[in-house]
């Protein structure tokens, strides 16, 4: 199964065993919200010079007791990258060699992981996003805007 709203589930499955006679079996659940957070509000580079690099470092913090997958679309911010250091499988480094700018982690349950934004200047450029992000395949929620300070 892979749900892809919150929701109660029960149902039943019918097995088929070759020689036996055929089985049901009731199965239940709930599926559970993701909840993910980036505990660092905001992230200020400062001056950096073209051509060489800064990284800020942040803290992914799952808040639920299953995994979750996340997914960072940098596509259009090709001057920064993400860094999850020893947290990045097989597939999430194939992914983003297939995919540039975007990058993959999964984050186990109730798990914190130190992570990396690098900013790598092409360019004289200011930028002011939200990090686009994706929860086990679903468009995470736009957070709030930050007041502008009077």
Same mark, same amino acid.
């Given at each position: ?33 993701? &909840? ?16 060489? &690099? ?71 450029? &200011? ?24």
């Amino acid at each position: 199964m892979a749900p892809n709203v919150v929701s109660k589930f029960d149902c039943c499955v019918r097995v088929a065993i070759r020689g036996w006679k055929e089985l049901e079996l009731r199965m239940g659940g709930h599926v559970i919200l993701p &909840s993910v957070d980036i505990v660092q509000k905001g992230f200020a580079f400062g001056g950096v010079f073209i051509g060489s &690099s800064s990284r800020l470092e942040f803290d992914l913090v799952n808040h639920t007791s299953t995994r979750t997958k996340l997914e960072f679309d940098l596509r259009r911010y090709k001057d920064f990258s993400l860094v999850f250091p020893g947290k990045n499988t097989p597939e999430d480094y194939s992914h983003t060699l297939m995919h540039p700018g975007l990058y993959t982690v999964t984050i186990q349950g109730e798990e914190t992981i130190n992570c990396f934004l690098e900013f790598t200047p092409s360019e004289v450029a &200011s930028y002011d996003f939200i990090l686009p992000v994706t929860i086990n395949n679903m468009k995470a929620p736009t957070p709030a805007p930050t007041p502008i300070p009077a």
